[in-house]
Structures are given as structure tokens and as C-alpha cells.
């Protein structure tokens, strides 16, 4: 017992505080968010606040066990997890449909999404492939896609088109750290871009298609579905400078915008805290970045590089585009912002995640090196 809590004291003592610091601020704020948001759409606010502060309290001791169990343990189970994702994907196909979507699985009276455990899964099994397989021939590159593009398509037959979006961008950003050969990721971007009116006009949901078409113009439908991102943009300019002060934000209070405690807790914050805020959440959100990614550089080891490269593309890429959705930047997916979005899937496999990055810091012995 006493040599555990020794091994524990010095994972502890080891561990980038700043990279857990920032997760840890954004993560209180966004209860603070979530708080005030669900109070004025349906006088929730008290109850989505105290789930989002258990799940939170969860998912730091959650985030605490892998460091204490490592990387090593999940890599090396990474190809049973793996299959275990593709099976409960596979099991939300026969769920009840949430909100047009498939996306669902309950047990014992708790729900959850199977698709973001699935990123886990997925950077822990392309860590091991990749760093086993070089993908620096067509051959290996033509397997390490063929990994990727089964929960791809499982999450696109639900239809999470956000999800599977997210998947091929950690993807991506894996396959570059692998030093995948410049011409072949080339190549995957156009044949992508070749595919996009394909996808368009023969896969795409009618209110998939319509969140695109807004997002070029939202006056099209401004009473539809440019609705959500007219008044999201609203939400975002009333902040002002300052904001409103928290609380006193009345988008979300006077029921105008849609899903303020999830998908647009960002209009939220702004209206709340404005732009001097935003540019603080920014701010936590680049250093905790440049901590990931600095990690990633200073390990030694390739599929630890690999690793902490996929979950830098999974919270880049989240980040970049729910706030860019709030602000009419970029098209309506749906996806959370890692760290305030409610939701105890999102936030239990954001810490996960970020249990895997602290570990491969702290096996590194990064902190002994002055960063």
C-alpha cells in the first residue's frame, strides 16, 4: 500500500500542472455556463450544473487512474478496445433515434455516447498501428485507412456526420506525425475535396444539406435552419467588450437561442462575459494546446508522438469548430466544446484523453527538463 501511494506521489509530484490547470478552469467555467444557460431555457439550471459537476469529479479520477496505470497498459489493449468501440457503435444502430440521430446507448438508467469513447479507442489502436506499420508506403498507407474508415462509416450510418468529421481530422494529424509521405495525404485531401458533392447531393440529410446552405447564407431560412446561427451571432455581438455580466445574458434567458447549454454554450459565454473573455478562453485553450504538443515533441518514443498528436487534433479541431459554428465561421455540426458543452461522455473522454498525454509527460520525464 505504502509503495502505491509513493508511485502515486511521484506521478503526482511529475505531472504538467499547467496542461491540467487550464482543463480544469475551462471545465468549472463551463458549469458556471451551463448553469446559467439551462436556468433560463427551462429552469434546469441547478440540475444540469450539479450532473455536469459529478461527471466533472468523475472524470478527474478517471483522468487520475490512467495516469497512475499509464499508456503502456492501454496500448497494449488498444486492438480489444478497438473492437469493443466497433461493437457498441454498431449497437446504436439498433437504439432509439435522439434528435434524428442514432447516437445513444443507456445501461442501468445512464446514458452515453459511444462515438466519443470511440476517439480513444481509435488514437490508442492507430498509435499502435501506425507506429508498427509505418505508413510510408502505399501498402501501409492503404491499411492505416482502412482502420480509420470503419468507425467512419459506422458513425456516418447513424448519421453523426460531426463525429466522423472529427475522427478523419485525428486521423490526419496521426498519420502526419507517422511521417506518412506528403504525396499520399495530398492525395487523401483531394480525393476528399472530389468527394464533398458526392457526399452532398447523394448521402447528405436534408437538414444536413440545409446547415450548409445557411452557413453560406443564413437569411435563406432565417425562421429554419438559419435560425440557430442568426441568433447565436446575436448572442455572440450583444456580449460587447465586457458582457453582460453572468446571469444576465438574454438570448439563452428569453428561449431565442437553441441548445444553449450544449451546442452553443460558447454564444453563451460571449453574451455573458464578451470579448475580453472569449480571449481568455482562447488563450487557455492555445496553452493547453502548445502543453499537449510539447509533450509530443519532447517524447522519445514514435507512438507516444503519434498519440499525444491525435488528441491534439481531436481538441484543436472541436475547439476551432464550435466556436467557429457560434460565430457564423464555419458550418452547424452539432459537435461540443471541449470542456464547457454539458454532457458527461464529451467531458469523461476529454479527461481520458488527457490522462493519456499527462502519462506519456510524466514517463518522459518532461518536467525535469524545464517546460
Known amino acids: 500500500m505504502n509503495s502505491l501511494w509513493s508511485s502515486l506521489k511521484e506521478d503526482l509530484s511529475l505531472t504538467d500542472w499547467v496542461m491540467i490547470s487550464c482543463a480544469l478552469i475551462m471545465s468549472l467555467w463551463g ?3 451551463i448553469y446559467s444557460a439551462a436556468a433560463g431555457s427551462a429552469g434546469m439550471g441547478f440540475d444540469y450544473a450539479f450532473r455536469q459537476t459529478a461527471w466533472l469529479i468523475f472524470s478527474i479520477i478517471v483522468m487520475l487512474m490512467i495516469m497512475f496505470v499509464g499508456h503502456n497498459k492501454l496500448l497494449e489493449g488498444a486492438y480489444p478496445l478497438y473492437g469493443l468501440m466497433l461493437m457498441l457503435l454498431l449497437l446504436t444502430l439498433l437504439a432509439p433515434k435522439v434528435k434524428g440521430a442514432q447516437s445513444w446507448l443507456g ?8 462515438s466519443e469513447f470511440a476517439k480513444i479507442s481509435l488514437i490508442l489502436t492507430m498509435s499502435k498501428f501506425l507506429s508498427r ?8 498507407f492503404m491499411a492505416g485507412l482502412g482502420v480509420i474508415m470503419l468507425p467512419v462509416s459506422l458513425v456516418l450510418i447513424q448519421p453523426d456526420a460531426g463525429s466522423a468529421i472529427v475522427y478523419l481530422v485525428i486521423s490526419f494529424g496521426m498519420l502526419l506525425a507517422a511521417g506518412t509521405p506528403l504525396k499520399y495525404l495530398g492525395s487523401l485531401i483531394g480525393l476528399g475535396l472530389g468527394t464533398v458533392p ?6 447528405l440529410k436534408d437538414y444536413q ?3 450548409i446552405l445557411v452557413f453560406i447564407d443564413p437569411m435563406r431560412d432565417p425562421l429554419g435552419a438559419g435560425y440557430n446561427v442568426i441568433q447565436s451571432r446575436i448572442a455572440v455581438g450583444s456580449g460587447g467588450f465586457s458582457g453582460k455580466g453572468f446571469m444576465m445574458g438574454t438570448q439563452s434567458k428569453l428561449k431565442f437561442l437553441p441548445e444553449p447549454h450544449t451546442d452553443f454554450i460558447f454564444s453563451v459565454f460571449s453574451e455573458e462575459f464578451g470579448f475580453i473573455g472569449g480571449m481568455i478562453l482562447i488563450f487557455l485553450f492555445t496553452l493547453l494546446l502548445f502543453r499537449i504538443i510539447l509533450t509530443g515533441i519532447r517524447s522519445k518514443e514514435r507512438r507516444c508522438k503519434i498519440l499525444v498528436s491525435g488528441v491534439a487534433s481531436w481538441l484543436w479541431f472541436q475547439m476551432f469548430e464550435s466556436i467557429g459554428m457560434s460565430i457564423g465561421l464555419t458550418p452547424v455540426t452539432g459537435l461540443p466544446l471541449p470542456f464547457l458543452s454539458y454532457g458527461g461522455s464529451s467531458l469523461l473522454a476529454t479527461f481520458i484523453a488527457l490522462g493519456l498525454v499527462a502519462s506519456v509527460y510524466i514517463e518522459g520525464g518532461n518536467s525535469k527538463n524545464g517546460f
Open 31 to 33: 458549469v458556471f455556463c
Open 107 to 114: 445501461f442501468g438508467g445512464v446514458r452515453f455516447q459511444p
Open 133 to 140: 506499420y509505418p505508413p510510408l508506403d502505399f501498402k501501409t
Open 198 to 203: 458526392i457526399l452532398f447531393f447523394f448521402f
Open 209 to 211: 444539406k440545409n446547415r
